[in-house]
């Protein structure tokens, strides 16, 4: 069945390090992928997405990786801030379907 | 005012009772989903949207039923709350294009004792 999984549940940083939290996904069909952020108490919020023509897109701080061939996902945090303590959940859809989430990974910045 | 709104944000509740969880939008957005979510098992679809007429089972649907009473109001109802319904309930909306992915509302806490 369709999964999308995360290899690390939790990852801690120092302040100034770069993160990365990595994201695997099963269902080959998937065309978009999203990454979210979700601080104690609050919703997810929308951090950054990327569609399956692409293998890289940059936001502020942020960078996603897509790689289709062995179905992995990445997001990429430079200079990683205390701000940036959060659960973050990467998400995918194929065509028209609803996005589905994975578990979640817990990053803590150590300051 | 919050783009999308959910109430109550907290809730506990006994067993076998009924329960609706509201939620609003601000966003102007036509699809509208349910998500549950608990500890170590991400958010999980029970219900979704895409228009006024147009209702659809998610992942996790037992147990409850959804009503779109109009293109901004979309709420849950647990028929007869179990304990394992507790949980963070989260209502979300987007447009017909996957951009940006969905906006979140700020969830209700249920605990059904």
């Known amino acids: 069945g369709e999964s999308v999984g995360l290899h690390l549940p939790t990852l801690s940083v120092q302040e100034g390090d770069n993160s990365i939290i990595n994201c695997a996904y099963s269902n080959s069909a998937s065309d978009y992928f999203i990454w979210y952020k979700q601080e104690s108490g609050k919703g997810p919020q929308f951090i950054i997405d990327i569609r399956s023509n692409m293998d890289k897109r940059q936001g502020q701080r942020v960078t996603v990786l897509l790689n289709k061939t062995v179905k992995h996902l990445s997001l990429q945090i430079a200079a990683t801030q205390p701000g940036d303590s959060a659960v973050y959940f990467c998400?995918?859809?194929?065509?028209?379907?609803?996005?589905?989430f994975g578990k979640g990974t817990r990053l803590s910045v150590i300051a | 005012d919050a783009d999308v709104t959910q109430t109550p944000r907290n809730r506990i509740t006994k067993t076998g009772k009924r329960i609706m969880l509201e939620c609003s939008q601000t966003?102007?957005?036509?699809?509208m989903y349910w998500y549950r979510q608990d500890p170590g098992l991400g958010l999980r679809l029970i219900y979704y949207?895409?228009?006024?007429?147009?209702?659809n089972k998610g992942e996790i649907s037992d147990g409850y039923s959804v009503s779109r009473q109009a293109q901004a109001k979309f709420s849950l109802s647990l028929e007869s709350a179990i304990p394992n319904q507790t949980a963070l309930y989260f209502c979300a909306t987007s447009t017909t294009v996957h951009n940006y992915g969905y906006t979140f509302g700020s969830g209700t806490r249920l605990t059904v004792v």
């Open positions: 966003k102007g957005h036509d699809r």
């Open positions: 998400a995918e859809s194929a065509g028209n379907t609803p996005l589905v």
């Open positions: 949207s895409f228009d006024v007429k147009d209702i």
